[in-house]
């Protein structure tokens, strides 16, 4: 385990360093959850729109980063320096732990940006309530990156796949989540769907936290969404990464 830990920690260091070395990344994934904020936000109905709609776009931003992760991997796959690590001495699960543990960074810095941009507008910020909800989000963001990872390693050669899977899989996830509408008015069908989606419950945590309600049925559904995907995206990323060639 101390070895596992050691290695995990060294993955963690070489993955983050380009982030803090090249800064731009975090604030190129932002791109697109600031346009829906800008265009979105002056359509909805209320005084208080931004605290509904502000949430959601932080976990927004944490799906775009977290889910196009994985193509750092699969440009060191195409360089060989995927296979150069993989004949190191370093654990194989901690070459999958470490990279996923770096999205909570990326994450933190995003929240942070969304937030102080926000304020100035009217945004009320209860900050007990928002640091549990990035301790939800960093959970959702080591699942979401072991995923994305996960579906790096099964693209190998094949980065079009890649990039068609998680095209294909963002839009529905963002939307059954009622990030940018609600759904309670949707037809029986859409809110059955949104029901099944685990980014459902996390998007529901983060606006009952960030408006200052923690002890909340939707608190805990949403830890216990995050858990669970941080659990099984984990556990299938350490599979397909020992079964790596």
């Known amino acids: 385990m101390t070895s596992l830990v050691t290695d995990t920690r060294v993955v963690f260091s070489r993955e983050l360093r380009p982030v803090i070395r090249d ?3 975090v604030i190129f ?3 697109q959850p600031l346009f829906f904020l800008g265009l ?24 775009f980063g977290s889910s196009m992760t ?18 190191t001495p370093l654990r194989r699960p901690a070459l999958l732990i470490g990279r996923a543990l770096k999205e909570i960074v990326p994450m933190i810095a995003q929240a942070a940006l969304i937030v102080a941009v926000c304020i100035p507008f009217g ?6 309530g928002a640091l549990l909800g990035l301790l939800i989000l960093a959970a959702f963001c080591i699942g979401l990156g072991a995923l994305s990872y996960t579906l790096a390693l099964a693209a190998k050669n094949k980065e079009w796949l890649f990039w068609t899977v998680q095209q294909t899989l963002i839009f529905p996830l963002l939307l059954l989540a009622g990030v ?4 309670d008015n949707g037809p029986g069908w859409l809110r059955a769907l949104s029901h099944i989606n685990p980014m459902t419950y996390v998007v529901n945590a983060e ?17 216990i969404a995050a858990t669970v995907v941080a659990v099984l995206g984990l ?6 990464m020992q079964r790596s060639d």
């Open 29 to 31: 994934s932002m791109i």
């Open 180 to 183: 940018l509408l609600p759904l």
């Open 40 to 63: 979105f936000a002056p359509l909805l109905p209320g005084d208080n729109s931004l605290q509904w709609f502000v949430p959601g776009i932080i976990v927004m931003s944490c799906l």
């Open 123 to 128: 945004f009320e910020l209860h900050l007990p």
């Open 207 to 223: 606006r009952a936290l960030f408006n200052g309600d923690v002890l909340t049925r939707s608190t805990l559904e949403g830890v």
């Open 70 to 87: 994985g193509s750092n991997l699969l440009f060191e796959m195409q360089t060989g320096s995927h296979e150069r690590m993989l004949v």
């Open 235 to 240: 556990l299938i990323g350490v599979r397909a």
């Open 23 to 25: 800064p731009f990344s």
